[in-house]
């Protein structure tokens, strides 16, 4: 703890001036018969003279405290803290000397101090009426003395000495605090000064941030920034706190670099996804036909064009348009081979009475039908009736040529009837003849004959 006496310091311990009453009081000089508190006007010097208040005011100073007159007012010191009586510079003017009552006396407080470190007064005269921490000016007023510009303070150097009336106080600068009795930088970043990111310098911070954000004008908050403004992204852009995200139309997806599109080969998902073939475009993709089909309402699947319905077809007026899957074919008029004639539309027959006949099948029926390539096996692609029945007759059905593969076989389904099967898949593009043969047998009247049903089927390139 510091006291101030006319511009000197003298530094004391705590401990000890702990019940130090220190009572300073302005002494202004005296106009005509009024003087200012502390002084009492004499009329033969025509001046203000101080008055002893350890004298006149009883019971000034209590306990063991001792009562030390000074210029304008007193001081009360521990009787301890000297080993000598107090001498500023012997009694003053109207100032009686007393003796040092102190001396001997054991100090309660603290061993006297060696004379080298005793503690000194400034002189105090009786001419001064300023207290300390004044200095008279030439028109008979009091000046504040500036400690700090006259650099008579006592500041540690890391303190900044800040000038009061009378005196003067050691603070640190923003940015710093007092630890120790020194001034020590604070860290504001360990108390949260910053919204986000905080770099601590010498007296003060600095705050930034992350990615994604701004620093507000308050230097200390963030904002997220939209990055979407910029269009940073080639289709869509999704504003995120602190980013943002890039998203594809359909039909695109993202490339590695988060931001660009690039398009999405659906066709490369599954050879399934179209019928028959599937073309890539930008965001989507087509299916295509093979000739003699369009596309269905799906948008995926094949359907067959029937030429003969539509009329686009080569066939002449004369010829047959018969349809199949994927195609078409021009039947020409049927012309039967000797000895048979035409009995018919699509019949040839061979008369009984034709020696030529003899070991022929009676009949020669033509027939035509279409056959999807690959088809699932078994499958009943054609049936066998007879159209007349004899008493005691039965009925033989069989494959008689065109079966060279095996990829048909004959099943009886009842006295007068079969199914054609298939039983192997069948490539296509191809076109199968096969003569199926009914062979009537009637013993009763010893009869054998036979028909024969020519069948022509169109295999298809593909499968639908």
Known sequence: MLFDVRGFRIRA????????????????????????????????????????????????????MRCVNQNGGYL?????????????????????????TSVGLPDPFLPAPPRSVEPSYPRVRSTAHCVLGYAPADDGTCNDID?????????????????????????????YWLIGGQCQDIDECRYGYCQQ??????????????????????????????ECEDQPCSH???????????????????????TSCID???????????QYRCVNTPGSFSCICPPGYYIYEDGRSCEDINECDTGNNTCTTAQVCFNFQGGYTCLNPLQCQSPYIEVGDNQCMCSAENPACRDKPFTILYRHMDLSSGRSVPAEIFQMQAT????????????????????????????????????RPIKGPKEVVLDLEMVTVNNVINFRGSSIIRLTIFVSEHPF
Do not use: W
């Open 236 to 258: 869509g852009c999704f504003n995120t706190y602190g980013s943002f995200m890039c998203n594809c139309d359909e039909g695109f997806e993202l490339a590695s670099d988060g």
């Open 147 to 175: 400690e700090c510009e006259t650099n008579s303070h006592h500041c540690n150097p890391t303190q900044v000495c800040i000038n009061t009336a009378g005196g003067y106080t050691c603070s640190c600068t923003e940015g």
């Open 388 to 423: 007349t029945r004899y008493p005691g007759a039965f009925y033989i059905f069989q494959i008689k040529s065109g079966n060279e593969g095996r990829e048909f076989y004959m099943r009886q389904t009842s006295n007068v009837s079969a199914t054609l099967v298939l039983t």
């Open 76 to 100: 009360c010191l521990p009787r301890g803290m000297y080993n000598q009586g107090y001498r500023p510079d012997g009694p003053g003017p109207n100032e009686p000397a007393y003796p040092d």
């Open 264 to 274: 999405l080969d659906e066709c490369s998902f599954s050879e399934f996804l179209c």
């Open 13 to 64: 311990y705590a401990r000890m001036l702990a019940p130090l009453v220190f009572i300073l009081l302005c002494i202004q000089p005296g106009h005509g018969q009024t003087c200012t508190e502390g002084f009492a006007y004499d009329r033969r010097s025509r001046q203000c003279l101080d008055v002893d208040e350890c004298r006149t005011l009883p019971g000034a100073c209590r306990g063991d």
């Open 197 to 226: 990111l905080c770099a601590n310098v010498p007296g003060s911070y600095s705050c930034s941030c992350n990615p994604g954000f701004i620093l507000n004008p308050d230097s200390r908050t963030c904002e997220d920034i939209d």
